[in-house]
């Protein structure tokens, strides 16, 4: 048996896109030139001090679309990068 113990797994922007940069992208003129509340509210997320229903609220209030209409866009661009999957050793 090998000496692995654990796999790490980068998901967003790697397995797949950081959808996060296309919302902000897309809405940005709506953020009041704080580049910054992307960055927060994933660290919420992340931390566990937000859900992803709690992620997409916080945005549909800086960007004045549902919460809903956000949360659909988002899974629309979550698709695994089937390249990289293919490519990868084993």
Request: glycine residues 12%.
């Amino acid at each position: 048996m090998s000496g692995l113990k654990a796999v790490v797994v980068d998901c967003f922007g790697v397995l797949y896109p950081d959808y996060t940069l296309t919302i902000y992208e897309r809405y940005k003129d709506r953020f009041g030139g704080d580049p910054g509340v992307m960055d927060r509210l994933n660290q919420q997320i992340d931390l566990g001090q937000i859900d992803r229903s709690g992620f997409f609220q916080a945005l549909e209030g800086w960007v004045g679309v549902s919460a809903q209409t956000l949360q659909n866009d988002a899974d629309r661009e979550l698709v695994v990068d089937r390249d990289l999957v293919r490519s990868s050793p084993g």
